[in-house]
T-cell receptor, first 112, second 113 residues
Framework: KQEVTQIPAALSVPEGENLVLNCSFT??????LQWFRQDPGKGLTSLLL?????REQTSGRLNASLDKSSGRSTLYIAASQPGDSATYLC???????????FGTGTSLTVIP | KAGVTQTPRYLIKTRGQQVTLSCSPI?????VSWYQQTPGQGLQFLFE???????NKGNFPGRFSGRQFSNSRSEMNVSTLELGDSALYLC????????????FGQGTRLTVV
């Protein structure tokens, strides 16, 4: 069974800083890995999807990398803003692709 | 285009009652999956449906059930509610389950009193 771990559990940074969120997974035979954002009490918003054939994916100030051999993915946020404050979750699909295994998330607070 | 729609957004039920939650996927998406999110357990997979067939089921008691209709809309039902069923229930849709980007709804917040 896939196990997904996210470090750190919580992170507080001043506005403008660049930061890195980490995600590790135990089964490297994954099709892809997806990063989500969740605001309090809300659903999940898809940020980036990295296919297994890719090493990086970028969207605006966000950059996600995937290293299957080491079982790791990172989400890089450049020039953080208070509006980036949320919980960030990574998710790896099962072998059949019919379900996701989620990490416990990193709660990010960007201080103005 | 419209996103994943879950109804209702909030529910308060009494122990022992049953509840039905609804999820309308993005148009053209045939895979719908359900997750339970609680502070202690995080996001846990309930089940996944594709073309009206349940393809996968998580480790939840039989009180949790679901179905999918021909228009891909899905419902989940929880019978004999317990206090521990209080959670945010999230629905996700994708073009098909395998290796495709998943999109989530806003969730249904269920409170059991």
């Amino acid at each position: 069974k896939q196990e997904v771990t996210q470090i750190p559990a919580a992170l507080s940074v001043p506005e403008g800083e660049n930061l890195v969120l980490n995600c590790s997974f135990t089964d490297s035979a994954i099709y892809n890995l997806q990063w989500f954002r969740q605001d309090p009490g809300k659903g999940l918003t898809s940020l980036l999807l990295i296919q297994s054939s890719q090493r990086e994916q970028t969207s605006g100030r966000l950059n996600a990398s995937l290293d299957k051999s080491s079982g790791r993915s990172t989400l890089y946020i450049a020039a953080s803003q208070p509006g980036d404050s949320a919980t960030y979750l990574c998710a790896a699909p099962s072998n059949t692709g019919n379900q996701f295994y989620f990490g416990t998330g990193t709660s990010l607070t960007v201080i103005p | 285009k419209a996103g994943v729609t879950q109804t209702p957004r909030y529910l308060i039920k009494t122990r022992g009652q049953q509840v039905t939650l609804s999820c309308s996927p993005i148009s053209g998406h045939r895979s719908v999956s359900w997750y339970q999110q609680t502070p202690g357990q995080g996001l846990q997979f309930l089940f996944e449906y594709f073309s009206e067939t349940q393809r996968n089921k998580g480790n939840f008691p039989g009180r949790f059930s679901g179905r999918q209709f021909s228009n891909s809309r899905s419902e989940m039902n929880v019978s004999t509610l317990e206090l521990g069923d209080s959670a945010l229930y999230l629905c996700a849709s994708s073009v098909q389950g395998q290796g495709r980007e998943a999109f989530f709804g806003q969730g249904t917040r269920l409170t059991v009193v």
